[in-house]
């Protein structure tokens, strides 16, 4: 039944994000043909600069109000009778709803990076044909530059593992929001302020919780500087993408059960 679900809330939020997308590569292209031809910066290229900047946020700002919406919409607002009566258990339609906002989440990065490259791509081959100075890179050059001394695979195992740790990061972002939402349901006169209160409650646990992961990294690993480990040393970063992976994967599965309870006895659709 879970794919089911997946099948029904991943198009639901993607037709909220279809035409933003359209709009986010309209303005990749726009910013890239624009600042390729022109030479030397004017007050013209501010236009399409803040065009693509402002539709950019607008993108991740409506995946973020979308994912939100479609959980309250459809569990404790306007379709909530309709998906209660489905023969789903409460932990079913929390890991939809959460799956559902990874799966944008990655597809919204995915097309940033495309974005992102589409301006460059733009920006240097219009410059080389209006200035007529061929673009040239070497790949075999940068590997062999880089690769030395192990550091080339280092770096993409680190990148692979942060990778990872925000991934999971996201997951027990979004899921923070849910228990929220959750929470704030029991106040029916003041939703909203009641789950903003629930989520800075929940952000106050969070810091308590991360405070705790770095006494035990300090503890166990001599004192570790959290402020500059990242990238100091690779064994040090691992350490600290571990802890980080650890805390989001521990507070996921807190957030999921907070949800999980509430659905299944304190949910009052009247």
Partial sequence: MLGKLLKYEIPAVG??????????????VLLGITTGRIESPNGFIIIPVLVYFSVTIAVFVMAIVLIIQ????????????????????AGEHILSKALTALVWAVLTMLAAVIS??????????????????????????????????????????????FLIACIFSFVKSTLAIY????????????????????????????????????SIGAF???NIDFSTTFGSSFAATQTLLAIAITASIGLSTVYFFICKYFMENKLNLA
């Fill in 15 to 28: 037709r909220g994000l279809a035409p933003m997308y359209l709009a986010w590569l309209a303005a990749s």
């Fill in 70 to 89: 479609r959980y309250y919409n459809s569990l404790f607002g306007e379709e909530a009778y309709f998906y209660q009566a489905l023969p789903v258990s």
């Fill in 116 to 161: 992102g490259i589409i301006v460059l791509l733009l920006m240097s081959g219009t410059q080389a044909f209006w200035n007529g100075d061929p673009v040239t890179f070497s790949w075999a050059d940068f590997w062999n530059s880089y690769s030395s001394d192990f550091r080339l695979a280092q770096s993409i195992i680190v990148v692979i593992e």
């Fill in 179 to 214: 228990a929220a939402i959750s929470i704030g349901h029991i106040a029916r006169n003041h939703v909203v302020l009641a789950s903003i209160g629930a989520y800075i409650g929940l952000l106050v646990f969070e810091s308590s919780i991360g405070n705790l992961f770095i």
């Fill in 220 to 222: 166990t690993t001599g």
